[in-house]
């Protein structure tokens, strides 16, 4: 089995900053690409960022400037530095794992207050 465990998710003003991590474990032999999708209520889920296993970055237009993404491919880990925060990247943040399958998180909820 494979497990994504995620943290760093909360609240924060607006204009503040979080930083989420995702750590895959378990009998997971291949990780391509890493990444982050989000929520919002009433909302379809949608990509913020995703990192492919030679660095290759691809991010939605409306957090290219404020949300970074970065990988430790010796700890299977994927993080999410999330700077300038809005009150519309309020969601539930799910890490991906595009490994043998593709794996989800569970989820950690980031609530943006104005």
């Known amino acids: 089995q494979v497990q994504l465990v995620e943290s760093g998710g909360g609240l924060v003003q607006a204009g503040g900053s979080l930083r989420l991590s995702c750590a895959a474990s378990g009998r997971i032999f291949t990780i391509n690409a890493m990444g982050w999708y989000r929520q919002a209520p009433g909302k379809q889920r949608e990509l913020v960022a995703v990192i492919t296993g030679n660095g290759r970055i691809t991010s939605a237009d409306s957090v290219k400037d404020r949300f970074s993404i970065s990988r430790d491919n010796a700890k299977n880990t994927v993080y999410l530095q999330m700077y300038s925060l809005k009150p519309e990247d309020t969601g539930v943040y799910y890490c991906?794992?595009?490994?043998?399958?593709?794996?989800w998180g569970k989820g950690t909820l980031v609530t943006v207050s104005s």
């Open positions: 991906n794992v595009a490994g043998e399958m593709i794996y």
